[in-house]
């Protein structure tokens, strides 16, 4: 059974203009990271709260996660049975948030690739939009020691998933986003079934595709200096082949509507 989350209900100010902020965290074997980052977390926006959602690490984050929590009534902790992926983690992570009332959720990388002192640019954004990117491939951010492999990966997959898919989105697979619950909730979370990249592609065609207002702010984003990288070739193979999969769709639904229309003239998705 998933454990239960610390939930020590405190007053906390959110953010203007878009109340109550949690942060989810997920975490697996981050032992060495997870104080870091949720430190950085209460001093750059000391009125947001944050879940730490362990999946049972065998290195102990979650023990350290605990500690944090005990000492720190806007830290929680969502202890998971297991590994069972980052997308898994988000989305409990959105429900947990559901259930108690904030109005907004941000992702987070614990690594210290998302940099925490780039959060209240992106809970500013959050006033006049529904979902907000933090961009590594727009104007004004910067990407900091990713070999070129890397660079090549991730700016071909973002061009061949915004192409394939027609969003107007530059970072779809970016990891650091903050979701207003009420643009969540228009969302059939429900349907969403991939993880590690293909996860956060999935998530910004379902909000594209729900008319949801979508806006990217420049962030510095830097390869992680300690732990191990979640990164392996089979959640490359996974994106590309659900991205190509979800293309199809789109063209599929797009040419029985051109070929039988609708009553009102609007597109319905199915």
């Known amino acids: ?51 730490v959602a362990d999946d049972n690490s065998p290195d102990g984050t979650g023990v350290v996660a ?4 005990r000492a720190d009534g806007q830290v929680h902790v969502l202890h998971r049975e297991g590994k069972q992926g980052l997308g898994a983690a988000y989305l409990a992570g959105f429900a947990w948030a559901a259930e108690r009332g904030y109005d ?10 998302h940099a925490p002192e780039d959060l209240p640019r992106l ?5 006049d939009a529904d979902v907000v990117i933090g961009s590594r491939w727009t104007r004004g951010a910067r ?3 990713w070999p070129l492999r890397r660079l090549l990966l ?7 998933a915004r192409l394939a898919l027609g969003m107007p989105v530059s970072d779809a697979t970016g990891g650091y ?30 909000a594209h595709r729900a008319g949801v207002r979508i806006v990217e702010v420049p962030i510095t984003f830097a390869e992680r200096e300690r732990g191990d990288s979640k990164m392996s070739p089979l959640i490359v193979v996974e994106a590309l082949w659900r991205i190509t999969g979800w293309a199809v769709q789109d063209r599929r639904v797009a ?3 051109s070929l039988h229309g609708t009553p009102d003239g609007q597109v319905r998705w199915p």
């Open 1 to 51: 059974m998933v454990g239960e989350a610390t939930d020590t209900r405190t007053r906390t100010t959110g953010h203007p203009g878009v109340g109550r902020v949690l942060v989810v965290i997920p975490t697996y074997n981050e032992a060495d990271n997870v104080s870091t980052i949720v430190g950085r977390v209460r001093r750059a926006a000391p009125g947001v709260e944050i879940l």
């Open 66 to 69: 605990d500690a944090l929590a």
């Open 104 to 113: 907004a959720v941000v992702e987070m990388d614990a690594d210290g690739s």
């Open 123 to 127: 809970l500013d954004a959050a006033r």
């Open 143 to 145: 990407v900091v020691n």
């Open 154 to 160: 991730s700016r071909c997959g973002n061009l061949y």
């Open 177 to 206: 986003r903050v979701y207003r619950l009420s643009a969540l909730a228009e969302i059939d979370l429900g349907s969403v079934c991939s993880q590690g990249y293909s996860f956060q592609v999935e998530l910004s065609r379902l």
């Open 255 to 257: 040419v029985r509507r």
